[in-house]
C-alpha cells in the first residue's frame, strides 16, 4: 500500500480496529484476507484512539479475536495502547496488562504462550500483575507470577503489588503475596505501607494478616501512622484494633481519638458518637500522668475556638454544632499540621457548607485560610492551591450574578465586596509568578521530600491553569471597575494588580499572553456565570490599560485580534478596544492570515472600519513585503519585527 492510497488505507484501517473491537471476526477475516503479510501488518499495526486491534481485543475480552492476530496475522504482542478503565484513560498499556486488568484469564494464558513479557510496564510502571491484583483476578495473579512475574515492581508512585491488595480489600491476593515473603514494610514515595493502605481502606481482616506476617507502625512524609490514616478515614473497628496493641502508646492513642472525633463531625455528621469519642480521648489524657494538650493561637477563620479541657465543656460543646464544627478543625489542624492535605481539604469542605447555607463571609474566611496556608507550606503549582482559586472563581461569580436572590432559610446572596475578590487576585498573581519562577529555576528554593515529590510529577500545563484562574478573578474585577460609580481608590488597586500580573509577561500554552486568553474563549473555566467568560472586553481593555502588548504573538504567529477573529461570534467591542489600543489589523500569523482573512465568510466592514485603523506605516510595511524589498541596515532595527508581521 502507497501513501497515495491513503484514503482506502485509512478505510480498511478503521473497519480492522471496528472488527476486533466489536468481536466481528468474519467482518475482520474479509478485509485482512488475500493480502501480502505487509499490508496485513500494516491494517493492524494502526492505533484508532491511540489503540491497535490486538489492544482493543485483549480489553474486551475478544478471544477469537486475538487467537487470529496472533497466530495468523503475525500480530506484535509488545505493541502497546491507550485504553480507559473506570473512566481513567491509561496510556502505553501493553495487551497483557489490558487483558490482565480486565480479568480475561484465557487471554492472558495466550499472550504469555505468544511470548509476552510478563513484567510489560505501562506509561506509569505498572505491570500486568499489578493491574490483575487492582480488580481482585485471583486467578490471573497465580498465572502470572508462576510465570515469572515480579510482585515487587512498584509503579512510579511506588505502590506494589501487595499495597494495591491492600488498599483494594483482596484479602487472598494480600495472603498469598505474603505467603511469597512480599516485602511487607516496603514504602512508597510518599512512605506509607501496605499497613497505610489497609487502614485506608477499611479492611480489619487485612490489617490483622499484615500485623501477623511483621508490618509495623512507620510514618509517612506526612507524618501519618497507619492508625492516623484509620482515623482520618474514620474506621472505628480498625482504629480500635491497632489502639489495642502493646506498642501504640498512650499519646497515639488518644490522639486517633481526637482525630476520628472531628472526622465523625465532618465526614459523618454524628455528633454524639464524636463527643463519646472526644470524652474519651479526654479521660484518658486527663489520667495519671497527665498529658497536656498543646494549645494553639486562635484563629479568626475558626471564630477564635479554643479547645475545650473539661468533661463539664465538652458536654456544653454539644450544644453547639457549629461551635463542635470548628472544634473539628482546630484539632486536626493540632494533630496532621498544616502541611497535611486533610487539613486544607476540611477546612474548604466547611467553607463549602456555609456558602451552602448563604454564610458566604464564613465561607471566603475560611477559603482564604486555606488558601494562605497552602501557599505557605505547598510547592508552587499544587494542585490543591490550583483548586482553591477555581472555587473562589467560581464563588465569586455565582455571587456577583445572583447578588439579591433569595436562598433557603430566608437568607439572601449578598453583594460582593471587591475588596475580598482584590485579596484573591493578588494571592492569584502571587501563584502565577511563584510558578514561573519554579518553573525557570529564577528563585533557588530548598525542597522538602514533599516539594521534590511535587517537581518529579510536574504537570505542564499546571502554569496555564494557574494563570486562567487568575484571570478568571480579574476577569470580575476588570467588570466591576466598568461601573460609573465605582470606588476610585479600589479602582487604583485593581489596575495595579492586573499591572503585576502583566509585568510577568506570562506566556503558556502555545505561547499565549494574558491578552490572548482574555480575547478567546479557550480560557474559560466557569462558563454557566455571563461575568465571567471569555473572551471579555472588560479584561482585555483592563490589561492594555496597564500595559499588555496588543501585538503579541503567540506560536503560530497569532495576536489577539486573530484569536478575536477566529470566535464562532467576533465580538465587535472586543475588535475596537484592541485596535484603539494599537493593534495592527492587517497584522500577519505564521500562514499569512489576517483578521479580515480569518472572518472567513464574515464581511469586515459590518465589523469595524479597516480604513479607521490602517497607517501609513501599516501600508508601508505592507509594501516592502510585497515586493520583498531589502529593509535590513536601511531602517532601524526596532523596526524589524513591525515589518515582519506585515
Excluded at 509476552?116 to 507470577?145: M, Q, W
Aim: proline share 5%; glycine share 6%; charged share 20%.
Amino acid at each position: 500500500m502507497t501513501k497515495n492510497e491513503i484514503g482506502t488505507d485509512m478505510d480498511l484501517i478503521l473497519d480492522a480496529y471496528n472488527a476486533a473491537r466489536d468481536n466481528n471476526l468474519p467482518r475482520l477475516k474479509s478485509v485482512l484476507s488475500g493480502r501480502s503479510s505487509s499490508e496485513v501488518s500494516t491494517l493492524i499495526s494502526w492505533k484508532i484512539n491511540g489503540a491497535t486491534p490486538l489492544v482493543m481485543a485483549c480489553r474486551n475480552g475478544h478471544l477469537e479475536i486475538v487467537d487470529y492476530l496472533l497466530t495468523k496475522c503475525n500480530a506484535d504482542v509488545e505493541k502497546v495502547g491507550s485504553v480507559s478503565f473506570d473512566g481513567e484513560p491509561i496510556e502505553d498499556a501493553p495487551p497483557l496488562w489490558c487483558a490482565a486488568a480486565a480479568g480475561h484469564l484465557s487471554i492472558v494464558k495466550m499472550l504469555v504462550r505468544h511470548g509476552a513479557n510478563v513484567n510489560s510496564t505501562t506509561r506509569t510502571n505498572s505491570t500486568p500483575l499489578r493491574a490483575a491484583c487492582f480488580d481482585g483476578h485471583f486467578e490471573i495473579v497465580k498465572y502470572l507470577i508462576r510465570h515469572g512475574a515480579d510482585f515487587e515492581v512498584a509503579n512510579r508512585h511506588g505502590h506494589t503489588c501487595l499495597m494495591i491488595a491492600c488498599y483494594k480489600g483482596h484479602f487472598k491476593i494480600a495472603q498469598y503475596l505474603l505467603s511469597l515473603k512480599a516485602e511487607v514494610n516496603r514504602c512508597s514515595v510518599k512512605g506509607n505501607t501496605a499497613l497505610h493502605d489497609c487502614a485506608e481502606s477499611g479492611s480489619l481482616e487485612i490489617l490483622q494478616l499484615l500485623l501477623k506476617h511483621g508490618a509495623t507502625m512507620k510514618t509517612d512524609y506526612y507524618g501519618m501512622t497507619p492508625l492516623l490514616a484509620a482515623s482520618v478515614t474514620g474506621h472505628l473497628p480498625i482504629v480500635e484494633h491497632l489502639i489495642s496493641l502493646p506498642c501504640v502508646c498512650r499519646k497515639s492513642r488518644i490522639d486517633a481519638l481526637e482525630l476520628l472525633g472531628a472526622t465523625y463531625v465532618d465526614k459523618k455528621i454524628d455528633m454524639v458518637s464524636a463527643l463519646a469519642l472526644w470524652r474519651r480521648a479526654m479521660e484518658d489524657r486527663n489520667q495519671e500522668p497527665k498529658i497536656p494538650k498543646v494549645v494553639m493561637e486562635p484563629i479568626p477563620a475558626y471564630e477564635y475556638v479554643t479547645e475545650v479541657t473539661t468533661i463539664e465543656d465538652l458536654e456544653e460543646l454539644g450544644l453547639d454544632p457549629d461551635e463542635m464544627r470548628m472544634q473539628a478543625l482546630v484539632i486536626r489542624q493540632r494533630i496532621l499540621g498544616i502541611t497535611h492535605p486533610d487539613t486544607s481539604y476540611y477546612i474548604r469542605f466547611r467553607g463549602a457548607h456555609y456558602a451552602d447555607a448563604g454564610r458566604f463571609d464564613r465561607c471566603i474566611g475560611l477559603w482564604t485560610y486555606a488558601l494562605t496556608m497552602q501557599q505557605k507550606i505547598l510547592p508552587p503549582l499544587s494542585p490543591m492551591t490550583q483548586s482553591s482559586l477555581l472555587s473562589f472563581a467560581e464563588l465569586f461569580s455565582f455571587m456577583l450574578m445572583e447578588a439579591g436572590r433569595s436562598l433557603p432559610r430566608g437568607r439572601v446572596v449578598p453583594q460582593i465586596e471587591a475588596s475580598d475578590m482584590l485579596m484573591i487576585f493578588n494571592m492569584a498573581v502571587l501563584e502565577v509568578e511563584r510558578g514561573q519562577n519554579w518553573l525557570s529555576g529564577q528563585k533557588k528554593i530548598v525542597l522538602t521530600q514533599q516539594q521534590l515529590i511535587h517537581e518529579c510529577n510536574q504537570d505542564p500545563n499546571a502554569l496555564s491553569r494557574a494563570l486562567v484562574s487568575a484571570l478568571h478573578i480579574g476577569c470580575l474585577l476588570a467588570w466591576l471597575i466598568e461601573e460609573p460609580n465605582f470606588c476610585p481608590k479600589l479602582r487604583r488597586e485593581i489596575l495595579i494588580a492586573l499591572y503585576k500580573l502583566n509585568r510577568l509577561k506570562i506566556s503558556v500554552r502555545a505561547g499565549r499572553t494574558a491578552l490572548h486568553y482574555a480575547c478567546y474563549r479557550e480560557g474559560t473555566l466557569v462558563g454557566r456565570y455571563p461575568a465571567c467568560q471569555f473572551p471579555s472586553p472588560a479584561l482585555a481593555k483592563a490589561l492594555l490599560q496597564v500595559g499588555a502588548d496588543p501585538n503579541s504573538v503567540d506560536d503560530l504567529g497569532n495576536t489577539p485580534l486573530h484569536l478575536a477573529a477566529s470566535m464562532h461570534v467576533c465580538a465587535k467591542d472586543l475588535v475596537e478596544i484592541l485596535l484603539d489600543n494599537g493593534a495592527h489589523i492587517d497584522a500577519r500569523n505564521a500562514v499569512g492570515e489576517t483578521f479580515e482573512s480569518l472572518l472567513r465568510l464574515k464581511n469586515l466592514r459590518d465589523i469595524v472600519n479597516p480604513l479607521k485603523y490602517t497607517t501609513l506605516s501599516c501600508l508601508a510595511a505592507r509594501t516592502i513585503q510585497k515586493y520583498g524589498i531589502k529593509y535590513e541596515g536601511i531602517v532601524p532595527a526596532v523596526l524589524y519585527k513591525f515589518i515582519e508581521i506585515h
